[in-house]
């Protein structure tokens, strides 16, 4: 079985651009959850898709978006970008979000905002 | 609002040493996560808890989950330079995946010969 792939792995964008990341879950997989890691605030969680709905949000402004499609994937969107964005961002599949679940971590992409 | 804690945060230890580090959480979960980050990568899953007095062993390394003391260990048993890594334990919350793992900051850890 296919693991989770991100898309692009790494990015430069200066600030006040927007960037788009894509992630495709493991087959079968209807979760995908988003994380930001920095070195300052270490792993946060920013959203959970499934079934194309958010269903929760971190504590993160308004820039920060996503959306999922029928086939799983899933894309996140930062507008208007700052140096603090900055990050490592890890997406997560899993079946189904619930509490057994176990969270399959893609090899994240590194986003550098200049 | 779950609040994991991992300490030490920072660990310096030589080959051939025992050291364990610990994960505190401030609520109530059945679940929790192992992971190694080495230095930009992803997450690779270690071990995953699922109840009290659970105790899970790979190799030199092994976790264990009090959830009535909320407290987890990952315990390193004749350290090799190879578990050079940082650590994360990571917390379910009661309502499932879809709040989100909670971290704890990590546990740096350098294994010199």
């Known amino acids: 079985k296919a693991g989770v792939t991100q898309t692009p792995r790494y990015l430069i964008k200066t600030r006040g651009q927007q960037v788009t990341l894509s992630c495709s879950p493991i087959s079968g997989h209807r979760s995908v959850s988003w994380y930001q890691q920095t070195p300052g605030q270490g792993l946060q969680f920013l959203f959970e898709?499934?079934?194309?709905?958010?269903?929760n949000k971190g504590n993160f402004p308004g820039r920060f978006s996503g959306r999922q499609f029928s086939n799983s994937r899933s894309e996140m969107n930062v507008s208007t970008l700052e140096l603090g964005d900055s990050a490592l961002y890890l997406c997560a599949s899993s079946s189904q979000g619930g509490p057994w679940d176990e969270q399959f971590f893609g090899p994240g992409t590194r986003l550098t905002v200049l | 609002e779950l609040k994991v804690e991992q300490n030490p945060l920072f660990l310096s230890m030589q080959e051939g040493k025992n050291y364990t580090i610990y994960c505190n959480y401030s609520t109530t979960s059945d679940r929790l996560y192992w992971y190694r980050q080495d230095p930009g990568k992803s997450l690779e899953s270690l071990f995953v808890?699922?109840?009290?007095?659970a105790v899970k062993q790979e190799g030199r390394l092994m976790a264990s989950l009090d959830t009535k003391a909320r407290l987890s260990t990952l315990h390193i048993t004749a350290a090799v330079h190879d578990l050079s890594a940082t650590y994360f334990c990571?917390?379910?919350?009661?309502?499932?995946?879809?709040?989100?793992?909670?971290f704890g900051k990590g546990t740096h850890l350098i294994i010199q010969p």
């Open positions: 990571a917390v379910m919350p009661p309502g499932g995946g879809a709040d989100g793992l909670t």
């Open positions: 808890l699922l109840s009290n007095g």
């Open positions: 898709y499934f079934s194309e709905t958010q269903r």
